[in-house]
């Protein structure tokens, strides 16, 4: 009978390690089907064929930042964006992550955590809700904060609008 | 005499006809010296009743007995033991089974299209990092 026990609580808990999917799995498992939400995926397995296409035209900066991750995954919509922005943030579990970043404004607004252990980022998640809709997006790999701030620079995108009221947070 | 005695002791012995100290009697008197040769091998036999009276029956004897009348029943219990684990196990593993990972199915087919996307989506983060970092 102990034997029983012990072995049951041995399964719930390895099943346990095993259900850990990242914390965005449920929302983004909620919403995936929702005719209303834009998804995009990107597979680990996809990320590893990536290196197999015509890089010629690339900037060597995103090229070094892209064979370093691992997947992305995007889940977006138009419709009632702070509404999904405040759903997102009580569906994910911040306590995995660490608050990278927070710009509140009334109609923009953006969170970044991040997911790091050994000094290494291995998740960058943004939660961003503006006028023109609601986006979550997740990168898993070995992310470089350095580098991808200094990739809208160097790739010339205009936007620095909207900063009057965006505020850094520290954690 | 004495051994006339034992000789009609002994014939009522073979018809079971003695009692309990008669039967001692012989007994004694076989364990004892001056058993004639032409005796002997009843001497034998009385040795050998007297060793086997003082076998005790072993320990747990009487469940021993019963396991050999009803031997099926321990076994049929154990199987149906294993049966409720394995049963309990499975319905164990279906329940707490992880929601399938619908989730990482690629959208893009083509690395080149993943590649775009990938790209598009470095330069959105990217950008609204620099939004809330230079703020300061």
Redesign the interface.
Known sequence: MRK?FI??VL??LT??V??Q?DAI??F??KY?DDSRFT?????????R??S???WDT?PAE?RQ??TR?Q????LSTETTPQQFYKEALSRIDMKEYEEL???RNKNDN?R?VIKEAGGTIHE?L?I?ADEDGF?L?S?TGDID?DK??????S?D?K??E??KN???KNK | MERQRIAALLERYWQAETTVEEERELAEYFRGPGVPPEWESYREIFSFFEQESEVQPGEYLEERIMQHIYPRRQQRMAWWAAAA?II??SA??YL????P????????DD??Q??A???K????????????????
């Open positions: 029983l072995l049951t399964l719930v099943s346990g095993f259900a999917d799995g449920k983004f498992g995936i998804v995009v995926s990107v597979s680990p397995k996809m990320f064929l990536l197999k296409v015509n690339i995103l930042t892209v991750l997947s992305l995954r995007i970043i927070t710009i953006v970044f960058l943004m961003a986006t997006l990168f904060l991808l701030s200094r990739l809208s620079s790739m995108i936007g620095m909207g900063l965006a505020r850094r | 684990v309990l196990v164990l593993i707490i089974q992880p929601a990972k619908a989730t990482m199915k690629d959208t893009y690395p080149q993943a590649l996307a990938v790209q989506a470095l330069l959105t983060v990217s950008k609204k990092m620099n939004e809330g970092l230079h703020r300061n």
